[in-house]
């Protein structure tokens, strides 16, 4: 199972661009990468997903280089409401998850 | 829909009493899971069903839990005897099919004293 280490928290300004690294050093050819967004007294909510390359939606792209032993979650033009605690999780089809401890993000007017 | 439900919202019981956590996926979802997060150990997840049958139990923490999911629609956690130290958030999430985006409920904050 690949274990997954990410920073414990991070900060920046409104309108910047904000980078979250994820390292899975022994991520598995079946495992697909995702990210989850939690706001205090909520459940986690997703991100986005990917397993390759790089995967961009409405709210954030990710970023996968070609070894995959590591994953960058990017958040456009951040504001106050991307405070948050966001969650790396590397699992499989047969669910084995293995989530991040999160790295809690603060944005500063 | 109204997406996953979960029931009590809060929970305040004694120790050495049984607790008994309740959850209703969304409709068609396939898979379900149960995690506890506390501020110490982060998210952790207990258990998950697919289909309705028990898949991981490995993230069980001792045979004081129980989980079941009799049907598509509901699931339990139970705890029994419960103790001091399962205080924490528990979290019931529901996918589609299997890898796909979890969906998560609100929560049962649980407070054992």
Request: a neutral charge.
């Amino acid at each position: 199972l690949a274990k997954t280490t990410q920073p414990i928290s991070m900060d920046s300004y409104e309108g910047q661009e904000v980078n979250i690294t994820c390292s899975h050093n022994n991520i598995a050819t079946n495992d697909y990468i995702t990210w989850y967004q939690q706001f205090p007294s909520q459940g986690p909510r997703f991100i986005i997903q990917g397993y390759k390359t790089k995967v961009t939606n409405e709210v954030a792209s990710l970023f996968i280089p070609a070894d995959r032993k590591s994953s960058t979650l990017s958040l456009p033009r951040v504001s106050l409401s991307d405070t948050a605690v966001y969650y790396c999780l590397v699992g499989d089809s047969h669910y084995q998850l293995i989530w991040g401890a999160g790295t809690k993000l603060i944005i500063k007017p | 829909d109204a997406g996953v439900i979960q029931s009590p919202r809060h929970e305040v019981t004694e120790m050495g009493q049984e607790v008994t956590l309740r959850c209703k996926p969304i409709s068609g979802h396939n898979s379900l899971f149960w995690y506890r997060q506390t501020m110490m150990r982060g998210l952790e997840l207990l258990i998950y069903f697919n289909n309705n049958v028990p898949i991981d139990d490995s993230g069980m923490p001792e045979d004081r839990f129980s989980a079941k999911m009799p049907n598509a629609s509901f699931s339990t956690l139970k705890i029994q005897p419960s103790e001091p130290r399962d205080s924490a958030v528990y979290f019931c999430a529901s996918s589609l099919r299997a890898g796909s985006e979890q969906y998560f409920g609100p929560g049962t904050r649980l407070t054992v004293t």
